[in-house]
């Protein structure tokens, strides 16, 4: 027997909604100052192996939202992992790895 959710709980809901989208629109946005900085050939200090793991993570992740069908998921670890491997691109590229 289906339940009636209480007018709070669809507030709620709606509020949870706009809240990851916008951080999902966001997030990605917080890895520009990191890949702008690499493709000015500043690699020092900057993990390889770190930015593909999380570009690796993002894409495990994007292909769950896909499985899942959920918009949010899938633009933000999306644009995460487009923007994490952008970061390993100039690694590899400006710091002398290819």
């Known amino acids: ?16 909604r706009w ?4 951080i ?5 946005l917080a890895s ?3 890949i702008w900085n690499v493709w000015m050939g500043e690699t020092s200090g900057v993990s390889l192996i770190t930015w593909s793991w999380l570009g690796i993570s993002s894409l495990v992740w994007t292909i769950y939202g896909l499985n899942l069908r959920d918009p949010r998921l899938i633009i933000q670890k999306g644009s995460d992992m487009i923007a ?12 002398g790895h290819l």
């Open 1 to 16: 027997m289906p339940t009636r959710k209480s007018k709070l709980q669809k507030e709620w809901e709606i509020f949870i």
């Open 32 to 34: 520009i100052p990191q």
């Open 84 to 95: 994490r491997f952008a970061v390993v691109a100039g690694i590899l590229w400006k710091g």
């Open 24 to 28: 999902a629109l966001i997030t990605p």
């Open 19 to 22: 809240l990851t989208t916008c």
